[in-house]
């Protein structure tokens, strides 16, 4: 039988073809380990929604019932007790469930960037801002915590909290029942922080995009928003919550990204286990 060296050459470069295409689809499929919810969330329409700045979207259609914004306090600073002293870490707001139960809400990024794997926490502590009164106290967490967003997607970040004992009943807001507010909409970002002397510090802004991963506001002015994490939107067509603050821009026109409300109500019905804050290990 005769060799054929051309029917060798071609299967040598059918082999280095199978051999590169094969190299191609393990790297192909080590990338997508570590980005499917990226081309999850580029592929589902409505999971993903990202910042948009300039010109607003026009008001929506509305057909939700018209409600008042609180006249008082919404958002709350939010403490840290350590076994080694207090301090000042974020903000937060308390939410009244359908059960009529009461939880804490605050961001999982405000406890890892206060220092939580070098320090022991003991509890967690809302005041009114520049009060030193305990409006109300956690030392549980209301279902497992959350972690430090990635990305866009806000959903990841949040910390639910059990009071330990009676809270100001007064202060808690109710979710809407949309989940979310709609582009177009107007709404009020309620400091955690207030204005430096103790008097709530509403800022109002415009629903640029909502999806179900995160809300983004474009506000109708610039101010530094270091300290508002975990601070409260609110609908000013409604009058509930829509939001929990997660993250800012530098520059203006000043874009924030939201947790929407769906979510964390959600996250708290489900909740199942209510670990001890010094327990707990990140």
């Given at each position: 039988?005769?060799?054929?060296?051309?029917?060798?050459?071609?299967?040598?470069?059918?082999?280095r073809f199978l051999i590169a295409a094969l190299v191609l689809l393990i790297v192909c499929l080590v990338w997508l380990s570590y980005n499917l919810q990226a081309v999850v969330i580029a592929l589902v329409p409505g999971i993903a929604a990202e910042p948009t700045a300039g010109p607003t979207p026009p008001p929506p259609a509305l057909t939700a019932p018209r409600g008042e914004l609180p006249s008082g306090h919404a958002g709350l600073e939010e403490w840290a007790q350590y076994a080694d002293g207090a301090g000042a870490i974020g903000s937060g707001f308390l939410l009244r469930l359908e059960t009529g139960d009461l939880v804490g809400v605050t961001t999982a990024h405000s406890l890892y960037l206060s220092g939580w794997l070098g320090r022991r926490l003991e509890s967690l502590?809302?005041?009114?801002?520049q009060s030193s009164d305990d409006v109300a106290v956690f030392t549980r967490?209301?279902?497992?915590?959350?972690?430090?967003?990635?990305?866009?997607?806000?959903?990841?970040?949040?910390?639910?909290?059990?009071?330990?004992?009676?809270?100001?009943a007064a202060l808690a807001l109710t979710p809407d029942?949309?989940?979310?507010?709609?582009?177009?909409?107007?709404?009020?970002?309620?400091?955690?922080?207030?204005d430096g002397r103790g008097n709530p510090r509403p800022l109002t802004g415009t629903v640029t995009a909502a999806g179900e991963s995160a809300v983004w506001v474009q506000m109708d002015e610039f101010f530094e928003a270091g300290g508002m994490s975990g601070s409260p939107l609110l609908s000013a067509h409604t009058g509930?919550?829509?939001?929990?603050?997660?993250?800012?821009?530098?520059?203006a026109p000043l874009l924030v990204g939201f947790h929407p409300i769906g979510s964390l109500v959600t996250k708290a019905h489900q909740a199942e286990i209510f670990p001890s804050l010094d327990a707990y290990h990140p």
């Open positions: 039988m005769r060799f054929n060296p051309k029917a060798g050459a071609h299967r040598r470069r059918a082999a502590t809302f005041r009114l801002p967490f209301h279902g497992a915590p959350g972690r430090v967003f990635t990305g866009h997607n806000f959903t990841l970040d949040y910390v639910l909290l059990s009071p330990d004992g009676p809270v100001e029942r949309r989940g979310a507010p709609e582009p177009g909409e107007r709404v009020v970002l309620y400091s955690g922080l207030g509930r919550v829509v939001g929990m603050a997660i993250s800012a821009g530098h520059n």
